[in-house]
């Protein structure tokens, strides 16, 4: 497991997460699930708040680990390849928490965007 991080950039030789690589990662596969999700509700906010809440309240040491299955699932629910490097960060419970992190506040980003442009 840890070579595999390694390899990939997202633990530092210290041991470290890297938190620059994981925003990289957390950008690359929000950018094309927001604009799923933005597709698939037609833009439905009440629905997209709920998604945002779910991001944000259950990404805890207790329940990090099943967000992140969660948000893998509804990837595949809305025909998108989860990338490996992403699917890498479920190996580390700091890696995985500081992703889902990145995530919610880029999908959070992203809607705002969408938003504002449909006024």
Known sequence: MKNTLLGRGILLPTG???KDKINLVAGAVTQPFAEMVWATTGGDWGTINRLTEILVTMNTTEDGGKLFKTVQMLYGLLGLRFSEEAAAM???PE???YFLFSF???FGEIMQEYK???K
């Open 104 to 106: 919610a506040a880029d």
């Open 95 to 97: 890696a995985t928490q």
């Open 90 to 92: 479920g190996l580390h």
């Open 16 to 18: 470290e997460i890297s």
């Open 116 to 118: 504002s442009e449909e």
